[in-house]
């Protein structure tokens, strides 16, 4: 079966830092690019970012850029995005997302994850 | 607010069909970038109901159907049923080298 499962969600303090991972199962982790994509409490989804198939390429909403990082270890069928200098306003579900693509974005995404939550607050 | 705009809701009653639109720009859109469609059944993940403007998975009723025109696209979903009560979200490319998503749309079955 194919599936994605993230992990690594808490509470974390306004400024902290932390790192989720999304483990792959069940097609070819390093054939395609991988996405995050978030849902703030009552909210609608927001592309975070992309990697593509090998890692070569990353991507990142303006939201986030410098503050986050994505990565992943084929070897390992896993993704990570590492968070710092979070803020409230990234309390939300971090869904981990399979693309259809190599390069991610443009073909769409059919696997997606139960999604894992980040609570931001003191 | 989002790339691209959606309805915030829609409503139709069983057996009826309804349409959801998505109004982008000519940076996403326009440049030709495909739109795909999300379905968000309440509590869950959401799951992709059409990629490639008008394309199904394997698994998604044939009730449902997509089209792209323009900077636009629509959703239509025909023979509602109570089962298709969610939120739908259109995503697509945009030439900032993002992603874009719709604002979502909510579609009840009256």
């Known amino acids: 079966e194919v599936q994605v499962l993230e992990s690594g969600g808490d509470l974390v303090q306004p400024g902290g830092s932390l790192r989720l991972s999304c483990a792959a199962s069940?097609?070819?982790?390093?054939?395609?690019?991988m996405d995050w994509v978030r849902q703030a409490p009552g909210k609608g989804l927001e592309w975070v970012s992309t990697?593509?198939?090998?890692?070569?390429?990353?991507f990142y909403a303006d939201s986030v850029k410098g503050r986050f990082s994505v990565s992943r270890d084929n070897s390992r069928n896993t993704l990570f995005l590492q968070m710092k200098s979070l803020g409230a306003e990234d309390t939300a579900i971090y869904y981990c997302?399979?693309?259809?693509?190599?390069?991610?974005?443009?073909?769409?995404?059919?696997?997606w994850g139960q999604g894992t939550t980040v609570t931001v607050s003191s | 607010q989002s790339v691209l705009t959606q309805p915030p809701s829609v409503s139709g009653a069983p057996g009826q069909r309804v349409t959801i639109s998505c109004t982008g720009s000519?940076?996403?859109?326009?440049?030709?970038?495909?739109v795909h469609w999300y379905q968000q059944l309440p509590g869950t993940a959401p799951k992709l109901l059409i990629y490639g403007n008008n394309n199904r998975p394997s698994g998604v009723s044939d009730r449902f159907s997509g089209s792209k025109s323009g900077t636009s696209a629509s959703l239509a979903i025909t023979g509602l049923q109570t089962e298709d009560e969610a939120d739908y979200y259109c995503q697509a490319y945009d030439t900032s080298l993002t992603v874009v998503f719709g604002g979502g749309t909510k579609l009840t079955v009256l």
């Open positions: 069940g097609f070819t982790f390093s054939n395609y690019a």
């Open positions: 000519s940076s996403n859109i326009g440049a030709g970038y495909d």
């Open positions: 990697i593509s198939n090998n890692g070569g390429s990353t």
């Open positions: 997302v399979k693309d259809r693509g190599r390069s991610g974005g443009k073909v769409g995404m059919d696997v």
